[in-house]
DNA sequence: GATGAATGAGTGTTCATTCAT
DNA sequence: GATGAATGAACACTCATTCAT
């Protein structure tokens, strides 16, 4: 493989990656790509062979890399507190320069649901084994009220995702612009742990 | 204007609301809407005079009706935890017909974010107003933490929607069928008024 | 239906047939079919779903008539010398006008040789059966030499069919120009029946 | 010229011959015949200029061997029987190896009736008229009806060639599996020479 | 009001061909 | 000589839209 053959490929993918889940163009075009990346709409066929395995391919390696952030949180000695704590960092942080990737993948799962399956192995059966554990012993302590593992994941995605998934709706409700919004975000950091811990964030 | 004109434009309309949100056929084609309501496809261009125009009717009304729902929960004598309760039951009750609203919202103001101004009249100014007054009396009393209105209705709004929102994916995380999921959304009432106030609902 | 639609759908077969079995345009495209009948290419996918149907559909009809035309002939009381006297008729005078639809069926038995069964049914089965009792008469009576009802039909069929196959490629071997190779074929009657039976064409 | 430049060059040509002739893939893409013959598809750009120049040549230097091979036999002191008797045998066992050249031909003759002009030069005169006088003697023999060369040559080809021509529609109309078939080609030899001098062939 | 017929613009895809290396 | 990258033209097909009736 050549230099400018990785440059091509790669260039396609971040490509439509920018347009499926930072524009929100979800239905993109080849042509639509195509422009955007100053290359030949035969190009995208070339290199990836039709444009849904572009599709699957940069769906697909996004989540990948989601899903091994998410891993590496878990999957440490670390107190609860902590683990989610950066959770939220990631998540508020991160996935800021992709705020219709969540979007994207409901209405790509409503359609398929099989396809999240392979894309999202065995790991989340881990995480959520991890995580229970340290919940139970949080509950028994008396530290945060009773509410099942399940309830506990979904308020901690909710409280951080929907604000990102939702942000042109929300920022036309709030009236807020590009620069109030972003500043919202970040101190969204502290409410969301206060929500989940009822306590201020530490430090 | 006949009964039968009514008759017609109103399921077309149906139809569409159907296809739009609650199946997530977010480009269901005018052809796929004719068939469903078993009318002719010219026909839709008769009565709105091309799919786009169909489409914004369509979303305008649902928001219209969305809207008015909200105003009339927030625009009583009530405390503020009847209203907040009764927000909570309206969104996961109610909405549960609509899954793919919010979602086709997101999508479709990525697009045209000057849209939703015309869907949001100045209605949602008093709203906020009237929310603004009495959580800062909640607040004032000790009853529950500092927060900005701000991000008490992101909050609320966020762990009564995501769950709809992201239907798919979330069943397909948490290993759920439509049974278990339905039971899931009815215990949340509970949850979210937990989450918001950090205490049991009533009764 | 309405008489326009009639005469559309029917002008884009004869005119697909006229393109595929008279032109030899074994590839002909959907906008070379459009445009020879003067419409719009769409019109093809609005009334015939997909080029393949339209041309499984023109091919089949074509066959069908055909093979009723052969069955017709054969399934008479008439001697087999009467018989194939009109088989030769029919193969020589009418095939002329489509020249290249024995030339179509082989290209295309070629790529999908389960095609022809659909196309003829059992019928061949109970034509050879008549042919076969008539032919072991002649031989019997010593009116033929020996030769088997394959090695018969085969000799009947190459002498008949060829030079129409062949057309192209005869008519500049022979130096023939249009109106000489007409010519040549309605002298082929006498040639081929004498070739079949050994003796001349009565009347 | 390079050894390994005529071994490409060849093998390019062998694989485009097998292509057409042999597999009937007449309208073989350059990534096909490249994939089939391991090399880069631009090669057949540098050796042949582009895709028809290669299929000319192929197509005209398979004619050449074929007129060679036709004019060989022809053009002794033998006899007509053996004469004939040699083409049937060269028709019937050498050309089964390619079993689409004749369709293929036909179908190009259709679109570019000029080509062939260029393929077949003067010999075509000379044969005929070798064939020719040995004709009349025969025929002013009584040993075989009266027949014109023209008519004679068809039947010939026809009774040679057709069953090779339309050897796939054939071997569905009589139920013959590959085997079969092949048997019923060798019979040929007998059957045709029959049918042409009415006798049996020697030996 | 309602329909079937017809169209033009656009989609993903294929392919021969060219070009830089 | 040989290759991978890149392109333009064409293809079958889809779709919203228009029109005559």
Redesign the pocket.
């Known amino acids: 493989?050549?230099l400018?053959?990785?440059?091509?490929r790669e260039l396609i993918k971040e490509t439509a990656r920018r347009l499926f889940f930072q524009k929100g163009h979800v239905?993109?075009?080849?042509?639509?790509i195509a422009d955007e990346a100053g290359?030949?709409?035969?190009?995208?066929?070339?290199?990836f062979?039709?444009?849904?395995l572009l599709f699957e391919k940069v769906l697909a390696e996004t989540m990948w890399s989601r899903t091994d952030e998410i891993e590496s949180i878990f999957a440490t000695n670390d107190s609860l507190r902590i683990k989610i704590s950066r959770f939220i960092d990631v998540f508020i942080d991160n996935h800021i320069d992709f705020p219709y990737l969540e979007n994207f993948l409901i209405t790509e799962m409503a359609k398929a649901p099989e396809r999240l399956k392979q894309l999202q192995p065995d790991k989340r059966g881990r995480i959520t084994a991890i995580v229970y554990r340290q919940l139970e012993e949080e509950i028994a302590a008396g530290l945060i009220g009773y509410i099942t593992i399940e309830h506990f994941m979904v308020n901690l995605m909710a409280l951080c995702n929907y604000p990102l998934l939702a942000m042109p709706v929300l920022q036309t409700i709030l009236g807020m612009d590009e620069k109030a919004y972003r500043e919202f975000l970040s101190e969204r950091k502290k409410v969301v742990y206060r929500a989940i811990f009822n306590e201020d964030l530490p430090n």
């Open positions: 493989m050549s400018g053959q990785l440059e091509t239905k993109a075009t080849t042509q639509e290359i030949n709409r035969a190009l995208i066929h070339y290199y062979g039709s444009r849904d």
